[in-house]
RNA sequence: GGUCCUGUGGUGAAGUCUGGAGUUCACGCCGGCCUGUCAAGCCGGAGGUCGCGGGUUCAAAUCCCGUCGGGACCGCCA
């Protein structure tokens, strides 16, 4: 890397032992002054490359986060005052001198470590001055590091870059989009992509084979630890392929991100069914860092007399194994009872929990409406101990595990860094979940554009819930970094998904015409896939948030406390717009 | 739209439950001393509309109401 510019030499963190006896330049950031009197200061310079020490004997003038040209002759440190802390800290540049380039006022936070306490809004505000920290300049490197391992990645496997464009259409229906208002066509606008879906799948019409490029998508949602307005995705397609094809190709960028970062190939990622995922671990994005799977106990219920149990369709628990889980397995009644609060909010209509007391007896609000029989068949079932806490849900099959899916969550999910790294593939995501309450309708699972599984076409209408899509998410640890699905490239079936959705032909050719049209010249059998950037550097970065490897991100209610955007624009823009705002309503 | 946490010199915290003079601690800042430190040390000093507004009270950082900012989550994110 040449970093010797007109101004600097060297940079600061590659001086070593190696380089004893030169005469070096060095420019940047006064990080720390120690002084010791007129004669004797040490000045730790700082750049993005580490820290160098300066001895500064003429007593020259440098304070914290001056920026400063320092000439001096690295030496050796004398004896006993190596500091081992440091990478540098075999050496210092003795002999200096040094020339302010420019002065600074005390900076709102140290650029340090202890930055990290303070708070959020005070570092976006100043956020010039928190990059300047050693954690955000890695963030940022490393993310960087793996935007170009996945460029090459993508292109040794034959993708191709293509730009699209940021102001198009409104589409219906997907998340809602910021709007860009027209000058030339007063009352109308454009709308900012949600993804680039719909131009990858025309470039794919467009013979381009194998497309990919690094986007920006925005969604005008409101904000998360996970998520921002605008967020990075790769974003890939590819023609005449199968789910594994597009598997494989996604699998290739995602390992190659991951050595980049953390300099460890990943082994292969699994692959789980989304019904597995979610009959194990309650969840569509299971994360299979930890056990605590759900046990299901349906058929030991089977003839019970307990109504609760007896209408329910489907029956699981969770063994909160007491030497895993000591603190969770002797939760007391408060605990509980928030337990059950959560498991209410997440749906279920309550909470059955028993604790396991000696001999099997099961202390609960509920044993008494259980056989002996159902006891003993219950602790079998769940292979439960002394000491453990029992966690029972009875209700639709949908509804009883993502609830206990969210109390597994709850009692045993480790921070979201913390390893091992768990890549997995979810397939088989059904077409469609759930039906539309006002319209009746089934609403898609991904989007309207999914491949149908070819062995459930002939149920699609008869029995659309039960019908699996060509399409999968990616997973690592319990956070979905993308999806992705194999497209419809048929016109004829693309109507038959339309009006089980309620979308008449008429109205297709209205909302979607300028991407229907195209497929009746030929569309290539295509599918790809799109993964979340931001989510994937975060978790290799070792960060529970995505703002952490984001240069300049915006606060949770949208705003950016450095820019103060958004903001009030002249009346002369409206006009010139066509536009008129409406004061705001009152509380 | 909702639930919870939070706001005190430049920064981080304690004080708030149980009202009694802007009190305390650490860092930073300014000045002095200091020739081997490394988040230097010692001495001294400055610096606050306790987010904002209203109410209760003899008295409010503290209690009540409202409001604004920040964070986590639910809804939302095809």
Request: proline fraction near 7%.
């Amino acid at each position: 890397m040449a970093t010797s510019t007109t101004l600097r030499t060297h940079v600061c963190g590659e001086l070593n032992a190696s380089n004893v006896g030169a005469r070096v330049t060095l420019a940047g950031w006064v990080s720390r002054r120690r002084e010791h009197g007129d004669k004797l200061a040490f000045i730790d310079l700082r750049d993005f490359s580490g820290v160098m020490q300066c001895v500064i004997d003429d007593g020259a003038e440098a304070r914290s986060e001056w920026v400063v040209q320092i000439t001096g002759t690295v030496t050796a440190r004398p004896t006993g005052t190596v500091n081992t802390n440091l990478p540098t800290g075999e050496v210092e540049l003795t002999n200096c001198s040094l020339t302010v380039l420019n002065a600074a006022e005390p900076p709102p936070f140290p650029i340090d470590q202890r930055a990290d306490d303070v708070d959020e809004n005070i570092r976006l505000k100043f956020r010039y001055l928190d990059v300047r920290r050693e954690r955000m300049q890695r963030n940022l490197r490393l993310r960087a590091s793996v935007n170009s391992a996945i460029r090459t990645a993508m292109e040794t496997q034959g993708f191709v870059e293509v730009e699209t464009p940021l102001l198009m259409p409104s589409t219906p229906e997907g998340a809602r989009e910021f709007l860009v208002p027209s000058r030339k066509e007063p009352g109308s606008f454009y709308a900012l992509p949600q993804s680039p879906q719909l131009w990858k799948q025309l470039l794919m019409v467009a013979g381009m084979d194998r497309y990919y490029q690094i986007a920006r998508c925005l969604r005008d949602e409101d904000l998360r630890a996970d998520r921002q307005y605008e967020f990075t995705q790769l974003d890939a397609e590819m023609s005449f392929v199968d789910k594994d094809d597009v598997l494989h190709a996604i699998s290739q960028a995602v390992m190659a991100a991951a050595h980049a970062a953390t300099g460890v190939t990943p082994p292969p990622i699994e692959r789980i069914t989304w019904h597995d995922a979610m009959n194990r671990f309650g969840s569509d994005k299971p994360d299979m860092r930890f056990g605590l799977e759900l046990v299901e106990l349906t058929a030991v219920f089977a003839s019970t007399a307990f109504k609760a149990f007896a209408t329910a369709a489907s029956i699981k628990g969770l063994r909160v194994d007491a030497a895993t889980y000591p603190e969770a397995a002797a939760m007391g009644r408060n605990k509980l009872d928030q337990l059950t609060d959560r498991a209410k909010q997440s749906g279920a209509k309550g909470l059955v929990w028993m604790k396991v007391g000696a001999a099997g007896v099961l202390d609960s609000p509920v044993a008494k409406f259980l056989s002996d029989d159902e006891k003993s068949a219950l602790i079998t079932a769940l292979g439960a101990t002394t000491g453990d806490l029992l966690l029972l849900v009875a209700d639709g099959w949908s509804t009883t595990c993502t609830v206990l899916g969210t109390l597994r969550n709850d009692i045993a999910r480790p921070p979201v860094h913390e390893g091992p790294y768990r890549y997995v593939w979810v397939v088989d995501f059904p077409l469609f979940v759930g039906v539309n309450p006002t319209t009746n309708k089934p609403q898609p699972g991904h989007h309207p554009f999914c491949h149908p599984h070819p062995d459930d076409l002939a149920k699609l209408e008869t029995d659309p819930l039960n019908v699996r899509a060509l399409a999968y998410d990616l997973v690592l640890n319990g956070w979905e970094l993308g999806s992705g699905s194999i497209r419809i490239h048929e016109p004829e079936l693309q109507r038959r998904v339309f009006h089980l959705l309620g979308i008449d032909d008429e109205t297709a050719d209205r909302k979607f015409g300028f991407f229907l049209q195209p497929f009746k010249y030929g569309a290539p059998p295509h599918g790809g896939f799109a993964f979340g950037i931001d989510r994937l550097v975060a978790i290799l970065a070792g960060e529970e948030n995505i703002r952490e490897v984001i240069a300049f991100p915006k606060t949770q209610s949208g705003m950016d406390p450095m820019t103060n955007a958004p903001g009030p624009v002249e009346p002369a823009q409206l006009l010139e717009l066509g536009l008129r705002t409406l004061p705001k309503p009152a509380n």
